[in-house]
């Protein structure tokens, strides 16, 4: 045998290209989850050129307990050409304080548009698969291993699925949601869940009309809740989000936030509930080879719990640093991406949850005056209008305005 030939065979497989292992091929990149974050890192890691499979448990299109907001930064992070199946444009705003004090606010430019989550989610996925990734549905993976027998080497990670079968990666990017497997690899650190609940409620063309354009938020009764009435066409989306622990009061808060709308006669077509995790400042985002993104990081802003655009936009990092984390030659190159990837997400949306942590404590405290700033000075109403159109973040605001910044401290003091 040539020396050439000696070392094929002797040559180990993490010497190798990414290619056929003995639990079929090695992956470049393998997604768990796909909804938008898993979506979104599928797609970057596909447009990247690399062999990427997307792992999700459910058939899609599958529903999503959301409001389907889509402000902004998650218009501004959908994939090219990427057509937004818009239910509905927000033009106006009622608010009011537990049902009182309403006020509407309107603006002639679209403020942020309304999706139907199974659409817009499965939207996404066919992106990703344009780009080149595959799916597959009905896979629901129960754990990730990066030592042991089922890993065959170094430069490698197992993902195991329900049914024990095995599919190797060179990168994993955990995208699983809020209760997902992969954070709790990881080791997520939360300081934050909170019980969204939600009722999707068809209405007549009356009902429809009166809301067409227009979307409710109502300060609520416990501290740091809310509720909205999102329109979308011939539906409402209604529902209500408040710190877990208290499920009987939030239940209790939708039920009177309903009654109180007049839509108690109406028969909700999905009722359902869904928790949001938010990650503690020092939580880690990465272990070894595998990233976490969207809300299986615990990504979401604290305050209003808009989680899309940082799905949309932590995915697209994570599609991209798992890219490089599966070409690095060893453990430590693939650390050192992976540390890339935790500073780009604290650098961006760290302090935008930073600030939005404030808001929140600030809001949980005062949310009279919150309300009244919103609807009696002019230039909150605007910084509102701006954040939901995207031409500022909560965190360029703050960064960018010293009136703002003045603003917060004061407020801050007063509550
Ligand atoms: C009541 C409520 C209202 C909300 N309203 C808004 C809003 O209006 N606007 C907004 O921006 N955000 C909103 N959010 C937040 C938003 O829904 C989430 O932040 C967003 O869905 C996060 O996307 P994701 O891709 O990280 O996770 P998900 O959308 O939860 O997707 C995770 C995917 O992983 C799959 N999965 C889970 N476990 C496994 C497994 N073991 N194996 C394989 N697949 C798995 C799931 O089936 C799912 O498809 C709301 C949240 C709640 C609870």
Redesign the pocket.
């Known amino acids: 045998m040539s020396s050439e030939n000696a070392d094929a065979v002797n040559a180990r497989p993490d010497d190798a290209p990414s290619g056929d292992g003995p639990c079929g091929p090695v992956w470049d990149v393998v997604v768990?989850?796909?909804?938008?974050?898993?979506?979104s890192a599928a797609y970057a890691a596909a447009v990247a050129g690399r062999r990427v499979l997307l792992?999700?448990?459910?058939e899609l299109p599958?529903y999503?307990?959301?409001?389907?907001?889509?402000?902004g930064p998650?218009r501004d992070a959908l994939p090219p050409g990427f057509e937004l199946p818009l239910q509905d444009r927000v033009h106006a705003v009622t608010f009011s304080l537990n049902g009182r004090f309403a006020r509407t606010r309107r603006t002639k430019r679209m403020m942020f548009g309304l999706v139907n989550?199974p659409e817009f989610?499965a939207g996404l996925v066919e992106q990703a698969q344009k780009a080149g990734a595959e799916l597959r549905t009905g896979?629901?993976?129960?754990r990730v291993e990066q030592h042991g027998t089922t890993v065959p080497d170094r430069r490698t990670a197992a993902v195991v699925l329900a049914d024990g079968e095995v599919v190797l990666a060179r990168a994993v990017v955990g995208?699983?949601?809020?209760?997902?497997?992969i954070g709790a690899h990881v080791g997520v650190k939360l300081d934050q869940v909170d019980l969204?609940?939600?009722a999707e409620i068809p209405v007549p063309a009356t009902v429809a009309e009166d809301w067409a354009g227009r979307v409710l938020i109502d300060w609520g009764p416990m501290p740091g809740s809310y509720g909205w009435v999102?329109p979308k066409g011939d539906t409402l989306t209604v529902?209500v989000?408040s710190a877990r622990g208290e499920g009987a009061a939030t239940k209790r808060y939708l039920e009177d936030f309903i009654a109180r709308l007049g839509l108690a006669g109406f028969e909700p077509a999905i009722s359902s509930?869904?928790?949001?995790r938010c990650r503690a400042d020092d939580s880690p985002l990465s272990r070894g080879r595998v990233l976490v993104?969207?809300?299986?990081a615990g990504l979401?802003e604290p305050w209003t719990?808009?989680?899309?655009?940082?799905?949309l936009r932590s995915?697209r990092l994570a599609g991209e640093w798992a890219v490089r984390i599966a070409e690095s030659a060893d453990a430590v190159d693939a650390r050192r991406q992976a540390l890339n990837y935790a500073y780009a997400i604290k650098a961006g949306l760290g302090v935008e949850m930073a600030v939005g942590r404030r808001m929140l404590a600030l809001f949980a405290k005062r949310p009279g005056l919150l309300h009244a700033t919103l609807t009696g000075f002019r230039p909150a109403w605007q910084a509102f209008v701006d954040i939901t159109r995207g031409a500022t973040t909560l965190g360029g605001l703050v960064r960018g305005s010293a009136v703002a910044r003045r603003a917060l401290n004061a407020l801050d003091r007063r509550a």
């Open positions: 768990v989850g796909a909804g938008p974050a898993g979506a792992l999700e448990k459910a599958r999503k307990t959301c409001g389907g907001g889509i402000i998650s989550r989610d896979a629901t993976v129960s995208a699983d949601g809020s209760a997902g497997r969204g609940l939600e999102f529902g989000i509930g869904h928790l949001t993104c969207g809300d299986a979401l719990r808009e989680g899309i655009s940082f799905a995915g």
